[in-house]
């Protein structure tokens, strides 16, 4: 039976060199929309937070792994102590703290909402799916939907007294949305009936709040085929009387919950709405036939909050793996591999394992820069929008750009370091004694919802790289030249900075290889090298963010102690930048070459070939 112990750690020095050093949140705080902000309240949200995920949410991780999920009387029960941490967060009002506070929210920059989201997720991140989509659903009501909406269900919603969820994906349509067969029938009052059957909705039932709001994807009888023919519509499990309390029960059903790899705190449900002809919902704004556009502003959202799923977790898996290899004593140094009589060390010293550990702690800081950069494009738009069009364009551009980087390589880095941290433990990492196990099995499922990797990189290269005619993609490839050009005589840092220059011009230059296979018609390339280049952006915009952590650090070290803890930080972001430019940027060349000379034959092959069965 496993035990309520945490096992969640954080570096919050990291977080407070994103906010007050890298990204200068500061000078956004205490004036419009961050006018309640401060350095001092932001500082305080980090102890926070971290203290309620150690206490409360973080010792219910490996109960909810082994428990999971379980129907019973038609609804689903989460795993024990999940509805008390449920009722404590909603309390504490940490789920909530960038939301608008006319709606209970405390308008915090969104760079402090995406910290919160790491934390909680780190340290939970089946629990944490939840709140997730319930805030999720929430701020698609408040963007599309009637004031009357926004009155009936997001105070409920943000509160925690009622729980959201988003319903996309039916048996038979998989990713492909615009084959979705869930009708809805005009009653004639403003309500439709709602039938049909979706499946992998996460969170899509529990006990943790009185009502489950859903957001469904249906076909208006008589709409026309694919997306353009889809609404989205609010279908309570329980029917909302007049006066706001709960009537009858509408039709709602979860037959059966799956039994997943990971995330088994979390229900994954099947969910049929209307097998009675009794589910009734309302279409979201009261406008027909603008379901895709608006699932996917909560899509979009969402595809950054699984980047953020995936950080956390490949930061819980370091720092997991980077503890364990302080403590465990195996073999002797190496420098006395002859001595049969050597004491034995820390596995810490061993240059195989301090290498897997400096490599994971480049991935881990290099992506969560990219996340905070992404977020302070969006604090920046929030202080800009209405003032400066140009500004409020550039912020939006990289928004848009950046997301598919973040969910994809953020993603792809959670499953690649928690197993890299399996194999720091060794055979122990394979126990369920260690956290670094469940990590692995939970970080699966990130590159897989709200859209496969290979969706995000098929989303970069055929519609994010030449948004806005490709002013985007310049002004980011831009503010990398800009970052060169200041730095590149910075003699510790001209090795990584020569790196970063190679990378640049070999990504920049894979853009136009890009658009000359759109032009040339050669669109079976397209799918074929999307997920590379999409790995190669990431990796070129995580060198540069550590390079620029690292000519921060190469500035205070100088006024700095050797004896005061931020010496040690910051030699870490040098060390870290530098490692990675050496081992990861050094190859992007290369990399990119082979991607020009793209691999045809997967598609030359014939079916028959792949197996004689």
């Known amino acids: 039976m496993a035990q309520a112990i945490n096992r969640y750690r954080a570096d919050l ?60 009387n038609g609804r689903v029960l989460t795993p024990d102590g999940f509805k008390d941490a449920w009722d404590k967060l909603w309390e504490a009002g940490w789920r909530t703290i960038a939301a608008p506070s006319r709606w ?27 709140t997730g989509l319930t805030l999720s659903a929430a701020e698609l009501l408040l963007e599309f939907g009637t004031e009357e909406q926004k009155k009936k269900y997001v105070p409920k919603m943000l509160s925690g007294q009622w729980t959201g969820t988003m319903c996309l994906t039916e048996p038979h349509a998989g990713s492909d949305v615009g084959s979705a067969t869930t ?12 039938r049909g059957t979706k499946i992998f909705i996460s969170a899509g039932d529990n006990d943790l709040g009185e009502n489950v709001i859903h957001l469904v994807l249906a076909r208006i009888d008589g709409a026309e085929p694919g997306t353009k023919g889809l609404s989205l519509f609010i279908v309570p499990r329980v029917r909302i009387q007049s006066g706001g309390s709960l009537g009858e029960t509408n039709d709602v059903t979860v037959p059966s919950i799956e039994h997943k790899m990971g995330i088994n705190g979390s229900a994954t449900c099947v969910m049929n709405f209307g097998d009675e002809d009794g589910c009734i919902g309302e279409v979201v704004g009261g406008i027909e036939h603008q379901g895709i556009r608006q699932m996917f502003h909560m ?22 793996a980077l503890e364990y290899a302080r403590e465990r004593r195996q073999g002797s140094s190496i420098k006395k591999f002859k001595d049969a009589n050597a004491p034995r060390v820390p ?39 209405g003032k400066d069009d140009e500004s409020e364009a550039y912020h939006k551009g990289q928004i848009d750009l950046l997301t598919p980087l973040v969910k994809a390589y953020g993603t792809d880095a959670a499953f690649e370091v928690s197993s890299r941290a399996i194999q720091v433990y ?31 990189s098929m989303d ?12 985007n993609t310049q002004a980011f490839l831009m503010d990398i030249q800009k970052f060169i050009n200041a730095n590149k005589e910075t003699p510790e840092l001209a090795q990584g900075i020569g790196h970063l220059q190679a990378a640049h011009e070999a990504v920049a230059a894979s853009v136009m ?7 040339g018609g050669k669109i079976e390339h397209i799918p074929l090298g999307a997920e590379d280049f999409l790995r190669v952006m990431s990796e070129l915009a995580v060198g540069w963010l550590l390079l620029e952590q690292a000519a921060i650090a190469l500035e205070k070290l100088p006024e700095t102690s050797e004896t005061h803890p931020d010496h040690a930080f910051y030699a870490g972001k040098k060390f870290a930048a530098q490692h990675f430019a050496n081992s990861v940027l050094s190859t992007l060349p290369s990399r990119v070459q082979r991607l020009s000379a793209i691999d045809t034959l997967p598609v030359e092959i014939p079916d028959e070939a792949f197996a004689a069965i």
């Open 513 to 519: 290889q890009l658009i000359g296979w759109f032009k």
């Open 13 to 72: 020095r990291d977080f407070r060199f994103l906010f007050f050093e890298q990204f200068d949140l500061p000078t956004l705080l205490g004036k419009e929309p961050f006018r309640e902000w401060g350095v001092d309240e932001c500082s305080m949200v980090l102890d926070e937070v971290y203290r309620f995920v150690c206490d409360v949410t973080g010792p219910l991780n490996g109960i909810g792994d082994e428990q999971g999920c379980r129907i019973e």
């Open 183 to 194: 009708m809805a029938t005009p009653n004639g009052d403003g309500t439709y009936n709602i």
């Open 104 to 130: 209970g929210g405390q308008d915090a920059p969104t760079m402090i909402g995406s910290f919160v989201e790491e934390m909680l997720c780190g340290a939970n991140t089946s629990f944490t799916m939840y």
């Open 426 to 456: 060794g055979g122990h990492g394979y126990l369920k004694d260690y956290p670094v196990e469940q990590y692995c099995r939970d970080s699966k499922i990130f590159q897989i919802y709200e859209g496969t990797n290979f969706i995000q």
């Open 299 to 320: 899509m979009n959202a969402a595809r950054i909050g699984v980047g953020i799923q995936g950080l956390s977790v490949a930061s819980a898996s370091y720092l997991s």
């Open 460 to 471: 970069l290269v055929s519609r994010k790289l030449g948004q806005a005619g490709g002013a």
């Open 347 to 385: 596995i810490i010293e061993h240059p195989n394992i301090r290498r897997d550990l400096l490599d994971m702690k480049a991935r881990v800081e290099g992506i969560r820069a990219l996340i905070m950069k992404l977020s302070n494009h969006a604090d920046r738009l929030r202080a800009t929008q």
